[in-house]
């Protein structure tokens, strides 16, 4: 069972930029690929970004593309997410999830979730 808390999440002015940070215990972090989501005041949860187990592939949501960032370090078993040039619309409870299997924006591919973690941009 591989548990995943994520950190990083605040208040941010527009244009600002933050770094999300996804902990994994439990299991062999290196097993798995991460996705971030994200869920606005009501709305769906969303894919974000998602990073291959190895950290050489990455795909990214339209909505964060060239704004956003996803690496790994395996040894300290965490993954990260810089954003930038922050807006209103990113706005959101942020999770991170972990696949076994593959590098997926399907959220029923995904085997483990965190609890999320807050980001409200102001303007």
């Known amino acids: 069972q591989v548990q995943l808390v994520e950190s990083g999440g605040g208040l941010v002015q527009t244009g600002g930029s933050l770094t999300l940070s996804c902990a994994a215990s439990?299991?062999?972090?290196?097993?798995?690929?991460v996705g971030w989501f994200r869920q606005a005041p009501g709305k769906a949860r969303e894919f974000v970004a998602s990073?291959?187990?190895?950290?050489?592939?990455?795909d990214y949501a339209d909505t964060v593309f060239g704004r956003a960032t996803f690496s790994r370090d395996n040894a300290k078993n965490t993954a990260y997410l810089h954003m930038n040039s922050l807006t209103q619309d990113d706005t959101a409870v942020y999770y991170c999830?972990?696949?076994?299997?593959?590098?997926?924006?399907?959220?029923?591919?995904?085997?483990?979730w965190g609890q999320g973690t807050r980001v409200t941009v102001s303007s």
């Open positions: 990073i291959h187990w190895d950290g050489r592939t990455t």
């Open positions: 999830a972990a696949d076994r299997v593959r590098l997926s924006r399907a959220q029923e591919n995904y085997d483990f």
């Open positions: 439990g299991g062999t972090f290196s097993d798995f690929a």
